[in-house]
């Protein structure tokens, strides 16, 4: 993931939850948190408890955040945040608790009053992580057309380009989807496994190969005893859940995006 784009996903989330952006710009970004969402990323319960108790006027914070160091204006103070920072995978938990699935329709002038079909897209926001004693994610970002299952990748960013309302607009009606949502997700889903499995593995065969090197060091550690001591077979497990090449999926967020067709 970019820092662009974590910029881009960033300016959604906030704005989607009803924050105003009081300083956007290349690199950088500050935020008047909503009630809701300053309880839900600034840590203060005390602070809401002690509030909603004596009734006072809340208050909620201001979050600074640079993404990206070398585009901020310098005298910018902020929290740097990337794909790796824990501050981003807590609003990527908040995205999942708050709007885990939304329902968009696309608005567009009309005027000769003719109705506008409106074709149902399933999208996706997914992680995918490469899971050894190193781990290495990424987002993708895939979208379903649930008539014709025209598969668009970076569907994101496909969406930026369009004018989402969450009520259908006038002059417009929606066509019936003939994929299910389940369907559907089960579609993108082996989407994605067919391009896992034409990327190389060596990532993978170099894990493998240092789980191998520390099996012989254990193995050696504890000599040819015919009867291996608990803590031996306590730290081979160990090694094997250090070491074990995996890959997991999950979904972060998704939604029913009614657009005018393109494919």
Request: overall charge negative; proline content about 5%.
């Amino acid at each position: 993931m970019q820092q662009r784009e974590i910029h881009q996903f960033l300016e959604r989330y906030f704005t989607a939850n009803g924050c105003e952006l009081v300083a956007n710009g290349e690199g950088y970004m500050t935020v008047q948190l909503t009630i809701d969402l300053d309880k839900e990323l600034m840590n203060r319960p005390f602070y809401w408890h002690y509030l909603e108790k004596t009734g006072g006027t809340p208050n909620p914070m201001t979050l600074s955040l640079v993404t990206d160091g070398e585009k901020a204006p310098e005298d910018f103070k902020g929290e740097l945040i990337h794909f790796g920072s824990p501050r981003l995978h807590q609003i990527f938990r908040s995205t999942r608790n708050l709007a885990g699935y939304i329902r968009l329709y696309e608005e567009r002038m009309n005027f000769n009053g003719q109705q506008v079909p409106l074709h149902p897209w399933l999208g996706l926001n997914i992680k995918i992580s490469h899971v050894t004693n190193l781990k290495k994610d990424r987002i993708e970002s895939i979208g379903l057309n649930l008539i014709n299952g025209h598969i668009q990748e970076d569907f994101h960013n496909h969406l930026l380009s369009r004018r989402l309302t969450p009520k259908i607009p006038d002059f417009s009606f929606t066509l019936t989807p003939i994929i299910k949502p389940q369907s559907g997700i089960n579609r993108i889903q082996g989407y994605l496994l067919n391009g896992i499995e034409q990327e190389s593995f060596s990532w993978a065969d170099e894990a493998r190969k240092r789980w191998e090197e520390d099996l012989d060091l254990l193995s050696h550690f504890y000599g040819d005893h015919e009867e291996k001591p608990e803590s031996y077979h306590l730290e081979k497990q160990a090694l094997k859940e250090q070491y074990e090449p995996n890959i997991t999926i999950d979904i972060i967020n998704g939604g029913i995006f009614y657009l005018q067709n393109t494919h």
